[in-house]
């Protein structure tokens, strides 16, 4: 048993040679293959046995959920009988008969510290499946045009984290298809960034991108579930801000035993500073497992999820079809802000003239917003109704937020200086099926039973960091007044809100 539970440590370490300095010499002429060192400890090293493992688990699997191209997956990578189940979840959302141009996977280096990342291009890696084509040439490119990437044949010699997923690729494509082979070095935030910024350009519907990742270390099974779905949760809103400030809290939770949230973080980080950038893209949480589910130990687990990135399909994404650029955005406070001063100060509205609008701005769509004094809300209201051009209905809203939300008094000339503005503005909204749609951070929810209505916005349950559950049950009674499990037997619809404020514009 003691032996098993090794196996499930990203950290476990284990003595292995290092090709040598003549194999590894940047003008070495011979491919110099990269042999599958981790087959018969942390999968089966006998190619049958191999494949009726994959088989069990792809068997196992969650269905494919979409039939709109996968970007992008995150996938775990411990011993196969623990993570197993969870990786084929993940690579089972592929297409089988799909053929991409190239497999990007960046895995995090567990035994070799280096700075930027270091990318195979002596040769191919292989498996108990066979080989595992490299694109050298590709890889090669890489390296010589960008500092950042380098070849360390250590990080590539020693590292499990990138060969495990190899053999789910290679047991459920049918179609033949090539690997970039990144293990990532630095955990310096802005080569971080900029990593992503080279890779960007890969990004498109002709290649793959895999993020290799465990979840939280060690802490106890039911806190480990805790941490992960916090993880994912950020994962899942697509902002890399909020995957760092969710880390952070994690670790200032003080919970027992917990190493790290997520070892592969910088893979993570890398590729939601490249989606956050586009808007057609979804991401779905597929499955989630810890090492719990498959030992008796309870006391010190190791979290997995399985995390799909879909570009989406044109037909399926109403809810992603309106955007703001920054100069829309700050014009939007503008208006919001002059029309609330000119309305305290001196009770007229300012004019202004359409024209000098964009035709964004002046589409019919609801909209929140949102008035702070202190970092405490001090009045908000809005329309989810598209019955007036944007432009004006922001100018609306500031002075009803200011004037009409009975939970305050009215704001007075002398707090304008103390006021700031926040501004959401929402998109059409989705009626769903079951909660698990609700992406925490990234959706607002409106609930409908009779003739009684509430809703909340993305933001209200980030702030909060409270579960679906607790998003529904606040939203069904202090919203619509249904009660705490009234949204059970209500209509329930999700809207997304492209939410910007003073502070984060200033200047």
């Not at 499990?160 to 997923?165: D, N, P």
């Not at 529904?472 to 619509?480: E, N």
Request: glycine share 6%; charged share 25%; net charge negative.
């Amino acid at each position: 048993m003691k032996h098993c539970i090794f196996l499930i440590t990203c950290c476990w370490m284990i003595l292995l040679s290092c090709p040598s300095e003549a194999q590894v010499e940047d003008g070495a002429k011979e491919a110099v293959d990269r042999e599958a060192v981790f087959a018969g400890k942390f999968y089966p090293g006998e190619k049958g046995e191999l494949e009726a493992m994959l088989n069990k688990y792809f068997n196992q699997a969650t269905k494919k959920q979409t039939d709109a191209p996968v970007a992008a997956l995150i996938a775990p990578h411990a011993g196969y009988p623990y993570s197993g189940k969870v990786a084929a979840a993940a690579y089972k959302q592929l297409n089988p008969q799909h053929r991409y141009e190239n497999i990007f996977i960046i895995a995090p280096s567990h035994r070799v510290s280096f700075d930027g990342a270091s990318i195979y291009h002596k040769g191919d890696y292989t498996t108990p499946l066979g080989k595992v084509k490299v694109n050298r040439e590709l890889a090669k490119k890489l390296v010589r045009e960008n500092d950042l990437f380098v070849f360390n044949p250590s990080a590539h010699s020693q590292e499990h984290s990138l060969e495990v997923q190899l053999p789910f690729l290679q047991h459920h494509l049918k179609e033949d298809f090539q690997i970039v082979p990144i293990v990532t070095g630095t955990q310096d935030q802005a080569k971080i960034r900029e990593i992503a910024g080279l890779l960007k350009p890969y990004f498109n519907e002709h290649n793959l991108f895999v993020v290799s990742t465990d979840f939280s270390h060690y802490p106890g099974y039911e806190d480990a579930v805790k941490v992960d779905r916090a993880t994912a949760d950020a994962i899942t809103a697509n902002t890399p801000e909020k995957l760092i400030n969710t880390l952070r809290a994690n670790a200032k939770k003080d919970v027992s035993n917990l190493v790290t949230s997520m070892c592969g973080w910088p893979g993570v980080y890398a590729l939601l500073n490249i989606t956050s950038k586009k808007d057609d893209i979804q991401i779905k949480k597929i499955l989630y497992r810890n090492s719990g589910d498959a030992l008796d130990r309870k006391d010190r687990v190791v979290g997995y999820w399985a995390i799909s990135f879909y570009g989406k399909n044109k037909k399926n994404q109403p809810n992603m079809s309106f955007q703001l650029n920054q100069e829309e955005k700050k014009t939007l406070l503008h208006i919001a802000r002059k029309t609330l001063e000119e309305y305290i100060r001196n009770d007229r509205k300012p004019e202004f003239e359409e024209e000098q609008f964009s035709e964004t701005l002046k589409k019919k769509t609801g909209a929140f917003v949102t008035l702070q004094k202190g970092g405490e809300l001090r009045g908000c209201i809005g329309r989810f109704e598209a019955k007036l051009p944007l432009y004006e209905l922001v100018g609306e809203l500031a002075i009803a937020s200011a004037t009409q939300d009975m939970r305050f008094s009215a704001v007075s000339a002398e707090e304008l200086d103390e006021i700031t503005l926040e501004i959401s503005v929402l998109t059409p909204m989705e009626k769903i099926e079951s909660i698990e749609e609700i992406e925490l951070g990234t959706h607002g929810i409106y609930i409908q039973k009779g003739g009684m209505t509430g809703t909340l916005l993305p933001q209200v349950a980030e702030k909060f960091d409270w579960t679906r559950e607790e998003f529904l049950g606040h939203c069904a009674r202090d919203k619509a007044g249904i009660g705490w499990e009234g949204w059970k037997n209500a209509d329930v619809f999700t809207y997304r809100a492209i939410v910007f404020g003073e502070e984060e514009l200033s200047g």
